[in-house]
Each structure stands twice: as C-alpha cells, then as structure tokens.
T-cell receptor, first 111, second 115 residues
C-alpha cells in the first residue's frame, strides 16, 4: 500500500537554529514528490517538486532533497515567519487515487 | 495572475442537508482536484476533473460528487451531510492532469461545519 510518513510531528526551534524535516514514502513507483507549506486557515502553498533520487531544489532558506525512500526539507537559519505546517506528498505511478499527503510537520520558530 | 478562488469561504449546515462548493482555477489551468482536510485524517484526495471529465476518484462515499464546466470551473456537492463531513475542503488546479504535470496550486479552502 502506498504510504507517506512525516517526522517529527512537531518541531520547535530557536531563530537561526537549522534543522531538517523528514518524509518517508513507500510506493510501487514514484512519479513525483512534493513539498507544501500551510499556514493556519489557509490552503497549502507549493514549494518544490522532486522527481528522481539525488535531485535537490532550493528556495531561500529551504532546500529539499530526495532519495529512493525519503525526502528531507532542510531549513537553514530559520526565521519566525518560517513557522507553518510543512506537508509532503507523493504521486505514485499507476495510482488512480491521486496524490497522497503525509500528516505534516508543525514547525515553530521562536525569536 | 489571480490564484485559485473558492466560494464560499465558510459554511454552516445541519445534518441531512446538501451543500455545493465552488472552485475557479487559475486562468489557463484545466485540471481541478478536490481534497478534504481534517485534523484526524489530514489531506485526503476526493476527485480530479480535466476537460469536464472525472479522471480519478478517492475513497469517499457516493454522497460526494463533483463536476467541471467548459470554462474549467468546478463544483463539488455533498448530499445528506453527516457530522463527520465537517472539514476544510480544498481545491487545487494545474495546467494539465496531475499525471502529466504535478504542480498543483491550492485555493484558500471552504470551511464546512455540520451541526
């Protein structure tokens, strides 16, 4: 069964304290893996799409990487405005049930 | 360029009623997907429409239905509402079906409360 697991569920960091969020996935074949950011009461905001192992993408303080079994979202020197829930999702090959989302990591950055 | 818009933003209904939610995709986008988000189950895929045809469907009962119009706007309908249908309903659009390009852009959602 196709599955996505994110860890940790919640993470509290001090401003400037770098860390990583993990997304482990089990799929028969990966068409693509996505990272989204969601603020309370809003829809998810697209961050990255990764397609193959070894691929990396960066945007400001965020960097996403992909291996055959997991993806990491690295946050370098975070600021309070980076506080949000970060969602990982996978699109398996041949899955007619669409994109599968993880439960998210709630990130809180203290000033 | 305007983003994905959803109406209404908030809705309160009672059990047994029916509700219709609307989604207007980004201009030029022809694929619309619907998701249900709850604290317990997270984001769950409902269905996807492209060129007025349903392409994919998630594991939801037949009370949940949708359609897409020729201008790519989409509606979803939930009949015989249950308390468990209370959720944030999100619409996402993409240029072509998610099988071909995978970048979906989400709207702000419709918060449905069933009393």
């Amino acid at each position: 069964e196709d599955q996505v697991t994110q860890s940790p569920e919640a993470l509290r960091l001090q401003e400037g304290e770098s860390s990583s969020l993990n997304c482990s996935y089990t799929v028969s074949g990966l068409r693509g893996l996505f990272w989204y950011r969601q603020d309370p009461g809003k829809g998810p905001e697209f961050l990255f799409t990764l397609y193959s192992a070894g691929e990396e993408k960066e945007k400001e303080r965020l960097k996403a990487t992909l291996t055959k079994k997991e993806s990491f979202l690295h946050i370098t020197a975070p600021k309070p405005e980076d506080s949000a829930t970060y969602l990982c999702a996978v699109h398996p090959w041949g899955n007619l049930s669409g994109i599968i989302f993880g439960s998210g990591t709630r990130l809180s950055i203290r000033p | 360029k305007a983003g994905v818009t959803q109406t209404p933003r908030y809705l309160i209904k009672t059990r047994g009623q029916q509700v219709t939610l609307s989604c207007s995709p980004i201009s030029g986008h022809r694929s619309v997907s619907w998701y249900q988000q709850t604290p317990g189950q997270g984001l769950q895929f409902l269905f996807e429409y492209f060129s007025e045809t349903q392409r994919n469907k998630g594991n939801f009962p037949g009370r949940f239905s949708g359609r897409q119009f020729s201008n790519s706007r989409s509606e979803m309908n939930v009949s015989t509402l249950e308390l468990g249908d209370s959720a944030l309903y999100l619409c996402a659009s993409s240029l072509v079906p998610t099988g071909n390009t995978d970048t979906q852009y989400f709207g702000p959602g419709t918060r449905l409360t069933v009393l």
